[in-house]
T-cell receptor, first 114, second 113 residues
């Protein structure tokens, strides 16, 4: 499976600021996703990061709040904008790989908003 | 009704016993089913996937799928303390141009000495 890294691993941010999370994969992948895992909850898909085009957002998530970039097949960023304490969560990127196609997750970014 | 349902637990089993984790799903169009293990503070790790009705074994793990009953389970034989984690059931559905995973809330497993 692909090796996935995320930066930062954790951060503490002030209300109203923005944070950009980076996801780097060691091989080219077609599909990349961004998930959120709030405390004590399961994973919720935020969006599919599409290379060369706008991300596809799930219901309840909007581009203004969670802008996503995917400049190439190995890298993506997720920005959490105008943060509030409700955005405190773990943010995970995932990629599809292997035979058959399965999703693998990065180590996650633990975000705390004060 | 939740799309993917799991008992949150904790499920407590003694070391060496069989742990049985269950998951039901609502979408009959679901095609692939995954079990992920998540240790506290870590990201989910894929341990099993299953596509066809019946059993699939991999070491101490057996996944069971019954599409008619919309039910998938994970059996862990000879449970070890290192198996203590949250187990997430995920269901995949193809939407024409893409596939999406929907996760259950997870079952916390505790293997006691």
């Amino acid at each position: 499976s692909a090796v996935i890294s995320q930066k930062p691993s954790r951060d503490i941010c002030q209300r109203g600021t923005s944070l950009t999370i980076q996801c780097q994969v060691d091989s080219q992948v077609t599909m990349m996703f961004w998930y959120r895992q709030q405390p004590g909850q399961s994973l919720t898909l935020i969006a599919t990061a599409n290379q060369g085009s706008e991300a596809t957002y799930e219901s309840g998530f909007v581009i203004d709040k969670f802008p996503i970039s995917r400049p190439n097949l190995t890298f993506s960023t997720l920005t959490v904008s105008n943060m509030s304490p409700e955005d405190s969560s773990i943010y995970l990127c995932s990629v599809v790989g292997g035979v058959p196609d399965t999703q693998y997750f990065g180590p996650g970014t633990r975000l705390t908003v004060l | 009704q939740k799309e993917v349902e799991q008992n949150s637990g904790p499920l407590s089993v003694p070391e060496g016993a069989i742990a049985s984790l269950n998951c039901t799903y609502s979408d009959r169009g679901s095609q692939s089913f995954f079990w992920y293990r998540q240790y506290s503070g870590k990201s989910p790790e894929l341990i099993m996937f299953i596509y066809s009705n019946g059993d699939k074994e991999d070491g101490r793990f057996t996944a069971q799928l019954n599409k008619a009953s919309q039910y998938v389970s994970l059996l862990i034989r000879d449970s070890q303390p290192s198996d203590s984690a949250t187990y997430l059931c995920a269901v995949e559905r193809f939407t024409g141009t893409a596939s999406k995973l929907t996760f259950g809330t997870g079952t916390r497993l505790q293997v006691t000495l």
